[in-house]
T-cell receptor, first 114, second 110 residues
């Protein structure tokens, strides 16, 4: 138990579907992150939120839309995805952006786009 | 840009010592971190070096040489449960974000 909970753990969706990934952290942190993990590729940072404000958008296609309603919750809204978007999506949090060298990950949501 | 290089796979036996190297190129540097990830699990933080030298935490130690843009993770008294992927990551001062290497898969055999 890392203190960061992601749901669903597994998701299969068609290219025309709309779905959302949810993340909740119970650590009292102020910064939250979305990472993408694909086979044989480094973990890729997608988005950074600090105090509910998006501070980093790492050239992510608009078919991924993040939302951070409060410092404990983070969503990733998905629509019209492509098969190459199939990957493990990891949510993470840190005390604040400056302590982002020490981040706590959730166990991830495995996404398959068919 | 930023890049990190580490070996893709390392094998060792129980009780042995193994060193996983990481070289990095980054514009701005704010520390080298190491994370462990078991299959199907979340990456978990192991250690962080902001300054040159060796940091020891139990069986695991991490080393950094900023002049060489190089670091390593040293695992001693290996146990079967240490079989996992190990990622080095660099914190970039400009963007304050963590950039990860491709990971080293460690296989510990009896």
């Amino acid at each position: 138990e890392t203190g960061v909970t992601q749901t669903p753990r597994h998701l299969v969706m068609g290219m025309t579907n709309k779905k959302s990934l949810k993340c909740e952290q119970h650590l009292g942190h102020n910064a939250m992150y979305w990472y993408k993990q694909s086979a044989k590729k480094p973990l890729e940072l997608m988005f950074v939120y600090s105090l509910e404000e998006r501070v980093e958008n790492n050239s992510v296609p608009s078919r991924f839309s993040p939302e951070c309603p409060n410092s404990s919750h983070l969503f990733l809204h998905l629509h019209t995805l492509q098969p190459e978007d199939s990957a493990l999506y990891l949510c993470a949090s840190s005390h604040n952006r400056a302590s982002g060298n020490t981040i706590y990950f959730g166990e991830g949501s495995w996404l398959t786009v068919v | 840009g930023q890049s990190l290089e580490q070996p893709s796979e390392v094998t060792a036996v129980e009780g042995a010592i193994v060193q996983i190297n990481c070289t990095y190129q980054t514009s701005g540097f704010y520390g080298l971190s190491w994370y462990q990830q078991h299959d199907g699990g979340a990456p978990t933080f192991l250690s962080y070096n902001a300054l040159d030298g060796l940091e020891e935490t139990g069986r695991f130690s991490s080393f950094l040489s900023r002049s060489d843009s190089y670091g390593y993770l040293l695992l001693q008294e290996l146990q079967m449960k240490d079989s996992a992927s190990y990622f080095c990551a660099v914190m970039n001062t400009g963007f304050q974000k963590l950039v990860f290497g491709t990971g080293t898969r460690l296989l510990v055999s009896p």
